[in-house]
């Protein structure tokens, strides 16, 4: 992508329309820029798609960088526990609005003292630890899917079928996104290490680097594949695959089945940062704590930054140049799949991997809704072959009959039938409902 950069402007879709990629296009070339902690962070005790943790400090509490201040050990595989981003103190322990659910749910405030980033775990030795050990690790380190999804990282590599592929996902399909190349590009060498060690959890030989770069655009980190014996597969450069169930099927031609994962069909699929974070947590003992993202407004341009989480985004916005204030709205992780959130007070969380910021003369396009016209087109441009406006009346009467007809639960949420509206019809928040329902219906 980035030789190509000043010729590629889109990515080509089912359906016969192509999407804007040049927030992408503006942001590759700018490599990271670390920001310090704000005075005041906000830490949620769930940052991933299990139950919420619960504190294991309290108001007035000292914390450390890296330290473990929630989790729920009797919650189930699904629980992730979260670390403090700072050396500081327990300021306050109550319920905020969270930025993904939209739900009050319980939240740390944390004073900062100081900026100090010393490990709060122990390294440990690549081969001198067990697999259980090192899984062990993942979870102790809160680490989850940070390619959106906040899917705990330690299920995952703690897979008992026999899987016979590791695929890393570098596809890094969305428009405003730009991080995860920036990660390629500066940490090559710790990410490699990561998905080494995923491989040891996973016991696989067979790994897969799925990219849509060109032969000889990142040519360094492809090196460092060749070197290690990872095999690059390359993809076309459209949206919809990044989703693991159609990366899958483009890269080994396996059809994961409806209500099926991955490892139904003997693969496994991780993001790219979160084999740098595995790597980090094994070999560094660090939390994870921060993170890559990609900050783009027409004021500000594309900018990719590393941040801790917690961190207000009107904090981020302020060592930009730029304040709150002076944008309509603002979304969070993929302009395609995130929410919208209505002021920048609100957290950088693990799912976190980009901040889009609309100028008041770039207003939503949903504020004026038409009646749907049954055009058909949200039908065409689905990648996963579903209705989506037929499933979303199914979901406003709560039709559960018609929901689980028409298989809801299939939908990745990729946001393709809202962005292709004519009528501006937001389709995308009732597929999440209907697909939640679907899955909790069985």
Same mark, same amino acid.
């Given at each position: 992508?980035?030789?190509d950069?000043?010729?590629?402007?889109?990515?080509?879709?089912?359906?016969?329309?192509?999407?804007?990629?040049?927030?992408?296009?503006?942001?590759?070339?700018?490599?990271?820029?670390?920001?310090?902690?704000?005075?005041?962070m906000?830490?949620?005790?769930?940052?991933?798609?299990?139950?919420?943790?619960?504190?294991?400090?309290?108001?007035?509490?000292?914390?450390?960088?890296?330290?473990?201040?929630?989790?729920?050990?009797?919650?189930g595989?699904?629980?992730?526990?979260?670390?403090?981003?700072?050396?500081?103190?327990?300021?306050?322990?109550?319920?905020?609005?969270?930025?993904?659910?939209?739900?009050?749910?319980?939240?740390?405030?944390i004073?900062?003292? #100081?900026?100090?980033t010393?490990?709060?775990?122990?390294?440990?030795?690549?081969?001198?630890?067990?697999?259980?050990?090192?899984?062990?690790?993942?979870?102790?380190?809160?680490?989850v899917?940070?390619?959106?999804?906040?899917?705990?990282?330690?299920?995952?590599?703690?897979?008992?079928?026999?899987i016979?592929?590791?695929?890393?996902?570098?596809?890094?399909?969305?428009p405003?996104?730009a991080?995860?190349?920036?990660?390629?590009?500066?940490?090559?060498?710790?990410?490699?290490?990561?998905?080494?060690?995923?491989?040891k959890?996973?016991?696989?030989?067979?790994?897969?680097?799925?990219?849509?770069t060109?032969?000889?655009?990142?040519?360094?980190?492809?090196?460092?594949?060749k070197?290690?014996g990872?095999?690059?597969?390359?993809?076309?450069?459209?949206?919809s695959?990044?989703?693991?169930?159609l990366?899958?099927?483009?890269?080994?031609?396996?059809?994961?089945?409806?209500?099926?994962f991955?490892p139904?069909v003997?693969?496994?699929?991780?993001?790219?940062?979160?084999?740098y974070?595995?790597?980090?947590?094994?070999?560094?003992?660090?939390? +994870?704590?921060?993170?890559? +993202?990609?900050l783009?407004?027409?004021?500000?341009?594309?900018?990719? +930054?590393?941040?801790?989480?917690g961190?207000?985004?009107?904090?981020?916005?302020?060592?930009?140049?730029t304040?709150?204030?002076?944008?309509?709205?603002?979304?969070?992780?993929?302009?395609?799949?995130?929410?919208?959130?209505?002021?920048?007070?609100?957290?950088?969380?693990?799912?976190?991997?980009?901040?889009?910021?609309?100028?008041?003369s770039?207003p939503?396009?949903?504020?004026?809704?038409?009646?749907?016209?049954?055009?058909?087109?949200?039908?065409?441009?689905?990648?996963?072959?579903?209705?989506?406006?037929?499933i979303?009346?199914?979901?406003?009467?709560?039709?559960?009959?018609?929901?689980?007809?028409?298989?809801?639960? #299939?939908?990745?949420?990729?946001?393709?039938?809202?962005?292709?509206?004519?009528?501006?019809?937001?389709?995308?928040?009732?597929?999440?409902?209907?697909?939640?329902?679907a899955?909790?219906?069985?």
């Open positions: 992508m980035p030789a950069k000043e010729h590629v402007h889109h990515f080509k879709e089912e359906g016969g329309f192509e999407m804007d990629i040049s927030m992408k296009r503006e942001s590759i070339d700018d490599p990271f820029t670390e920001v310090p902690p704000a005075k005041e906000t830490v949620f005790l769930r940052q991933h798609i299990g139950k919420e943790t619960e504190p294991l400090v309290k108001k007035g509490d000292p914390v450390r960088y890296g330290q473990k201040i929630g989790d729920l050990e009797k919650g595989p699904m629980v992730v526990p979260v670390h403090s981003p700072v050396n500081g103190t327990v300021k306050a322990i109550k319920k905020l609005r969270h930025p993904i659910s939209q739900e009050l749910e319980k939240a740390f405030i004073h900062t003292e #100081d900026h100090g010393d490990p709060f775990y122990e390294p440990m030795n690549f081969m001198g630890n067990s697999r259980e050990e090192l899984i062990d690790r993942v979870r102790e380190a809160g680490i899917g940070l390619g959106g999804a906040s899917f705990p990282t330690h299920l995952k590599l703690s897979e008992e079928k026999k016979s592929h590791l695929i890393i996902n570098a596809k890094e399909s969305d405003n996104l991080c995860d190349v920036r990660l390629m590009m500066e940490k090559g060498q710790e990410m490699i290490r990561g998905i080494k060690l995923m491989g959890m996973l016991k696989v030989d067979n790994i897969l680097f799925a990219t849509r060109k032969k000889g655009e990142v040519p360094g980190f492809e090196k460092l594949l070197k290690n990872i095999q690059i597969s390359r993809i076309r450069p459209n949206y695959v990044g989703s693991e169930r990366l899958v099927k483009e890269v080994l031609d396996r059809e994961v089945p409806s209500k099926g991955p139904s003997g693969a496994v699929v991780h993001n790219v940062a979160t084999a974070a595995v790597s980090k947590a094994v070999l560094d003992g660090e939390s +994870l704590v921060s993170r890559g +993202l990609t783009y407004s027409k004021e500000t341009g594309g900018k990719n +930054l590393w941040v801790r989480m961190t207000p985004i009107e904090h981020v916005l302020n060592r930009c140049r304040t709150g204030k002076k944008f309509e709205r603002i979304a969070i992780g993929s302009i395609m799949m995130g929410p919208t959130i209505p002021n920048a007070s609100y957290p950088v969380m693990k799912a976190t991997s980009g901040i889009t910021a609309f100028t008041r770039e939503s396009p949903y504020k004026k809704q038409k009646p749907c016209i049954r055009c058909g087109y949200c039908n065409t441009v689905c990648p996963v072959d579903i209705y989506p406006v037929l979303m009346e199914a979901e406003k009467r709560d039709d559960r009959k018609m929901i689980k007809k028409y298989h809801a639960e #299939d939908c990745i949420d990729c946001g393709l039938c809202s962005y292709v509206c004519p009528s501006y019809i937001k389709l995308t928040p009732h597929l999440r409902k209907a697909s939640f329902i899955s909790k219906d069985g």
